[in-house]
């Protein structure tokens, strides 16, 4: 696997000199771990949990998730505890999870019952968390709406309906866990909740031309719904809670970088900033500028992107400032290419394709197991330059990882060596994005804890810094566990690597 890569004009990347030493981090930088919670919990019916579109979607036959479901994955859920003991002795400060809408309302509506025996899970998830010192930061949603509000009222393709009910579902949290969480995280990728739950249909609920959804406008509409749901917390967050619980609230955001896949044709050139407003600027024009989407959007997709009223926008306005960080998601670059032909009348991206290889048959770097996701470390770079230059907010890196190649050999599973020199590379991009170019990085979370269940791809990806066996459940620290507790150790004690920001 490494010869071949070797061979390659990225040899520099996936080297052997490997892992990345003496890595220059602020000593205030954070160091995390990220989980979701339909990818670890299991349980999926155990003390009152109700389903998610989430439970429907992986049970779907013929299979849409390689014929696996997360009925019980990491069962998180009833080793609570062991994890949390592991994630102490690896190092981790902080940890990224979210939790689970219908565990805590079953059927998911303003009006309907809470489940208590839910609420004690994550009040003892959060106490342990703090017995152990490592600091909780919760996501209120990654990917699994209830599916009782998916059948009454199609979930995000009724703003209305939606929004009430992820108001009061806030509510609830801030109340009950408010007083010890201080990091909260409104959505986890809307992008990928429009594009791949209404588009493409990869993710649950898996809407797609196939299944005679609308293509052409549900995704935009998806996208409207998350972006009023999340400025309209944010703001309960700043009146009700704020005052009195001190906490910080944003959302997350993913998105590839991109380099132009002939970059001697201007149209290529210009389709990196395209393809990323439209990826990104989507969700961060309005909620971190407090804006309308980007031209380029409304121009290109007409009526089919709805519009925000005036008094949308003063709520946007207005909760633009309070949104206490920049949360993002990152794992690779693409090369991007302008198309002339006519485009389909679903096309999400300006007619712009995206590619691993570019005009001239480079790829962007050395492919994980997921061929999408290469290893392109100054891309990352470059994607944080471009963040901070048009939203001027601290960033945290609430995700970043990958699946090796050829992880289900068990030998690699423990010696990662190209994760390792991933994680590396990425925290080193890091390094030259806070002290050359001036940018404030606050943190870093790995995706992911443990080994999960990985959506479309079932069990086959593995993108945890731990084993899980998942026959035995048993938990067994790879490499990169210990080389990320290592690194972040060394930022602690050795006090000539801090540095003061420039
Ligand atoms: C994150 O999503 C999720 O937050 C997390 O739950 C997940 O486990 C993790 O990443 C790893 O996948 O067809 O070329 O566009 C990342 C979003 C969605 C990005 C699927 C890549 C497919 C590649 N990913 N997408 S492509």
Redesign the pocket.
């Known amino acids: 696997m490494w010869a071949a890569a070797e061979q390659t004009p990225f040899s520099h990347l996936a080297g052997s000199e490997f892992p990345i030493k003496n890595l220059k981090l602020p000593k205030s930088f954070g160091y995390g771990a990220a989980t979701?919670a339909y990818?670890i919990e299991g349980a999926s019916t155990q003390d009152g949990k109700g389903k998610s579109i989430w439970d429907t979607f992986s049970h779907l036959e013929p299979s849409r998730t390689n014929g696996e479901n997360a009925d019980i994955t990491c069962d998180h859920y009833n080793h609570m505890e062991e994890d949390v003991q592991l994630m102490k002795s690896l190092g981790i400060e902080t940890y990224r999870l979210s939790i689970s809408w219908s565990r805590i309302i079953p059927l998911g509506g303003r009006d309907d019952p809470v489940n208590e025996a839910g609420i004690a899970f994550y009040n003892r998830l959060i106490d342990t968390l703090l017995e152990h010192s490592i600091t909780p930061s919760v996501t209120l949603y990654?990917?699994d709406v209830p599916e009782g509000l998916y059948s009454k009222y199609k979930a995000f393709l009724n703003t209305k309906e939606f929004r009430a009910d992820f108001e009061r579902y806030a509510r609830l949290c801030f109340t009950r866990f408010g007083d010890r969480v201080k990091s909260w995280v409104t959505f986890?990728?809307p992008y990928?909740i429009s594009i791949?739950g209404h588009l493409n249909g990869?993710l649950a609920p898996g809407h797609c031309a196939e299944v005679g959804t609308e293509t052409a406008t549900e995704p935009w509409l998806v996208g409207h719904t998350l972006i009023l749901s999340h400025a309209s917390v944010v703001q309960m967050y700043a009146r009700e809670f704020q005052p009195s619980q001190n906490g910080k609230i944003s959302i997350v955001l993913?998105g590839?970088f991109y380099e132009p896949y002939d970059e001697t044709k201007q149209t290529d050139i210009d389709a990196v900033q395209v393809r990323l407003e439209f990826y990104v600027g989507w969700f961060g024009d309005p909620i971190y500028l407090g804006k309308d989407y980007p031209a380029v959007m409304k121009e290109y997709l007409g009526a089919r992107l709805p519009s925000f009223t005036p008094d949308d926008l003063d709520l946007l306005k207005v909760t633009c400032p309070i949104n206490g960080f920049y949360g993002m998601?990152h794992?690779s670059t693409?090369f991007v290419r302008q198309l002339m032909d006519l485009p389909a009348k679903d096309d999400w991206t300006r007619n712009i394709e995206?590619s691993s290889t570019n005009s001239k048959g480079e790829e962007i770097g050395p492919a994980s197991s997921?061929p999408?996701?290469r290893l392109a470390p100054s891309g990352f770079r470059k994607m944080m330059n471009w963040i901070w230059d048009r939203y001027h907010l601290p960033i945290i890196i609430t995700?970043n990882g990958c699946p090796c190649p050829g992880e289900a050999d068990i030998k690699i599973a423990t010696d990662d060596h190209f994760r390792q020199r991933y994680l590396g590379l990425y925290l080193d991009a890091i390094s030259q994005a806070i002290y050359e170019d001036g940018i404030e990085v606050q943190g870093y979370y790995v995706?992911?804890l443990m080994d999960?269940f990985?959506?479309s791809s079932g069990f086959g990806?593995r993108?945890g810094i731990v084993h899980v066996d998942f026959q035995t459940l048993k938990r067994t620290p790879k490499g990169s566990a210990y080389y990320l507790q290592e690194t972040f150790q060394a930022r602690r004690n050795d006090q000539t690597r801090v540095e003061e920001r420039p």
Do not use: D
């Open positions: 979701a990818q990654h990917w986890n990728e990928i791949f990869s993913n590839h998601n794992y693409k995206e997921m999408w996701l995700e995706w992911s999960n990985e959506w990806p993108y």
